[in-house]
């Protein structure tokens, strides 16, 4: 059986499944004597006690790990621990209907979850699944279910889970479990971040993959794909190890080209750096050898907090980043909220289309005070390193004038307060929105550089939901419309005398590296974990047959035909 959901890490895994299933946790109602009510109120405090301590231990060990950042989300679960919803509720629940500690939460949780489910907004959802999470935690301490705990997984084995907590991803870390697909996540849940940092091949967004897989089964996982294939027949098995072995020689052999240049057979150099979610990828980024940043998105600092940050905590992330990465350029993104992303601590009225809505530059505009403190930051940090600063979701030359005002005035603030900045950082936009790419030669010459984000230009000139499962066969980056605003844009960009890249989810892919250098692309940026197999891909083509290839293709008006032509060169 094969069952699809989101790639979050890339790799393929095969092993045997263990599957962590919540419905093993049920809650048997028990009427208890009044005696028993203070033992019973005892034996749930002490179940918060313990869970607490564990907590405060994984989250010691995680900031080793994983870094400091990554604490923050242990905090989340502390904070949930102490919240008088699932300590007082209990408590006087077992007092007043003389029922047992597992009931009580058991109820407890079920009206308030019900109520969390009612909210759309992304962000109570997690912290709905926050609640739901340390709630079962203490539901298996209460049963005397720590039989199957994650820590206690076996070597080889794929867990399945309906979320994965951030102590549970540590335990992979550490236990050498092969790879994970979960029920839950998106793009802003704490579980891709994590999946991205840990490099073991992740799929998320499975719906309700618990249910399908069991215990033992056999399983490969393909986080290239974000596919799960439940005991596959033989064929299907021999095939996926061999794309397995074939995945591993070819990182094997790829660190090999870490310090050599991104050039073409034929000579023509070009730039591959990478996309950062989080400061702490900065590490892959070297071991990868990337050539720089070219997108540092910025949203990590706006989401999972009770406010906005400071000036200060901003200036330190960007500062350190810069420092580590210098000589080399990092481009980083004004704030993207909004669209699938949301701040709990501000309100905005609710939007029947988030995406096409008060989202990333819109919402600065509309928000100059915030925005300004980003701005500030990124400048002052710009004294320090080589930092360029990008705008997102720009659609058209106004609104890049509007931006750009709000900007000159925090420079001219700055210095009238003598706070230093790099007076020559190169400001650049994204071009995302198809109004951009039909008007991108205007753009250009009021831009020092463009990143085309092919992830929301996709989605926004296919009309296709870049979130929605429904509609993801339509997806298609090589549909010709696409190819052919790439063209528009490189080409425009160029005349201009500006460099143009890429950022989009597109560029990583090994498979377009050639139509794209066709294109006439020269910058790359893309995840840390396709830096190298990009590079490669850039070494092995002929930037001037490229140009032959993609001319045909360009001409190409059966797009299936394309599709098959380009997917074929995939090697594994
Ligand atoms: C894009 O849209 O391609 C992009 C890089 O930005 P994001 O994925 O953050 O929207
Ligand atoms: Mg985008």
Known sequence: MLYKGIPAAPGIGIGTAFVINDTEFCTVKRNIAKEDIPSETERFKKALNEIRSELEKTKKKAEKLLGKKHVKLFDAYLFVIDDPMLKDD????????????????????????????????????????????????????????????????????????????????????????IGFAINMGGKTSHSTIMARALEIPAVVGMNDITQHVHDGDITIIDGIEGVVIANPDKDTLENYKRRRNMFLAEREELILIRDLPSVTKDGKKVVVSANIEIPEEVKSVIAYGGEGIGLFRTEYLYLNRKGFPSEEEQYESYRSVAEKMFPNPIVIRTMDLGGDRFLSYFHLNEEKNPFLGLRAIRFCLKHPDIFKIQLRAILRASSLGNIKMMFPMISGVGELRDVKKILEE?????????????????????????????????????????????????????????????????????????????????????????????????AGEPSYTEILLGLGLEHFSVAPSSLLRVKNEVRKANYSDAAKTTDEILNEADRDLLVKKVKQKRIY
């Open 90 to 177: 209990v408590l006087s629940k077992i007092v007043s209907d003389r029922v047992n500690a597992e009931y009580a939460l058991h109820e407890v949780l079920n009206k308030n979850l019900k109520a969390f489910d009612k909210i759309k907004d992304e962000y109570f959802k997690e912290r709905g699944r926050d609640i739901l999470d340390v709630a079962r935690r203490v539901l298996k301490y209460l049963s005397g279910a720590h039989k199957k705990k994650i820590i206690s997984v076996p070597e080889n084995s794929i867990v399945f889970a309906a979320n994965l907590t951030p102590t549970d991803a540590i335990a992979i870390k550490e236990d050498g479990i």
């Open 410 to 506: 925090t420079k001219q603030e700055l210095k009238q307060k003598g706070v230093p900045y790099d007076e020559h950082m190169e400001v650049g936009i994204m071009i995302e929105i198809p109004s951009a790419a039909l008007t991108v030669d205007v753009l250009a010459k009021e831009s020092d550089f463009l990143s085309i984000g092919t992830n929301d230009l996709i989605q926004y000139t296919l009309a296709v939901d870049r979130v929605n499962e429904y509609v993801a066969q339509l997806y298609e980056p090589l549909h010709l419309s696409i190819l052919r605003l790439l063209k528009n844009i490189i080409d425009a960009g160029k005349s201009a005398g500006k460099w143009v890249s890429m950022c989009g989810e597109m």
